[in-house]
């Protein structure tokens, strides 16, 4: 049996104290291997001073295996994504894009989805996008006009909730809440839900191109003129009296939570590389 001190792949190492004036054996191996006929002269190891300086790019806590696994960060996928939601502005005439920005968006059943978000002068557009087969899977076309509430807060949930998220988001609505079907509410699947949930997403950190697309509050700071100025233009029977941005908790209202719990710790929201599967 091994023991600790049986490794032979350790030689014993003698450190040099302040003060100390004799050369080291690394110093004295390169004095003696000099040019012969001069007298040795010791060596002098410059020592850089133990300063850390912090760095936001790359992130230090982040690992850089675990952000190739997201397909978002391959070289050229997020630049794709962007000229084929352009091709979809193109269709419409009269919109100017103000951004773009990939974010989480958080269902009204907790679950984590990869989101693309686009700002135009008329529209929010919430996008699904596959960073695998790089193709529009889902487009949302939100009016602007139609935004009525922004909010900006932490995640809350029911006292009885079994899985809770921590952080904070933002929360747009543009639907009555009254008028939202019961079946739409406990339907996880549902597509009738009058506001949308969204924080920043976990690869905000990796580079600064992904700082500056991921900031929630740069989305914010572009959606909040964007939507004024929809309102003041919008003449339709639907037009809303102004938004109200309010700072206030965002409650998710769960409470067994099984299918987000498996879903998020997953990542199943996020074109992720999942690893071979097989023998």
């Not at 193109?90 to 679950?111: C, R, S």
């Not at 996008?127 to 087969?133: A, E, G, L, N, Q």
């Not at 029911?158 to 739409?184: A, H, M, T, V």
Request: charged content about 20%.
């Amino acid at each position: 049996m091994s023991t600790i001190g049986s490794f032979k792949g350790f030689q014993a190492v003698s450190l040099k104290q302040d003060g100390d004036d004799q050369p080291s054996e690394t110093d004295q191996l390169s004095m003696e291997e000099g040019e012969p006929g001069k007298a040795p002269e010791p060596r002098h190891i410059s020592r850089q001073p133990s300063v850390t300086e912090s760095t936001l790019y790359p992130n230090p806590y982040h690992q850089p295996y675990v952000s190739r696994k997201y397909f978002v960060t391959r070289p050229g996928a997020i630049e794709t994504a962007m000229e084929d939601l352009k091709g979809h502005i193109a269709k419409t005439p009269g919109e100017t894009i103000q951004g773009f920005w990939l974010v989480t968006e958080i269902d009204h059943w907790n679950n984590e989805k990869e989101r693309i978000l686009l700002v135009t002068d008329k529209t929010l557009l919430i996008c699904k996008y596959d960073f695998i087969m790089l193709s529009c899977v889902q487009l949302q076309r939100i009016p602007l006009s139609a935004v009525y509430r922004i909010c900006l807060g932490k995640f809350v949930f029911p006292g009885l909730s079994l899985n809770k998220r921590p952080g904070e988001g933002l929360r747009i609505y543009w639907g009555s809440l009254e008028q939202q079907p019961l079946s739409s509410r406990w339907n996880p699947w549902s597509t009738e839900v009058p506001y949308a949930t969204f924080t920043e997403h976990p690869m905000k950190y990796t580079s600064e191109k992904f700082l500056e697309i991921c900031k929630l509050s740069g989305f914010t700071s572009k959606l909040v003129p964007a939507i004024q100025n929809a309102h003041k233009n919008s003449t339709g029977s639907g037009r809303r009296k102004g938004l109200m941005v309010l700072t206030e908790p965002i409650l998710i209202e769960t409470y067994t939570g099984l299918m987000s719990f498996i879903g998020n710790r997953n990542k199943l929201g996020y074109s992720l590389a999942r690893g071979s599967i097989g023998f």
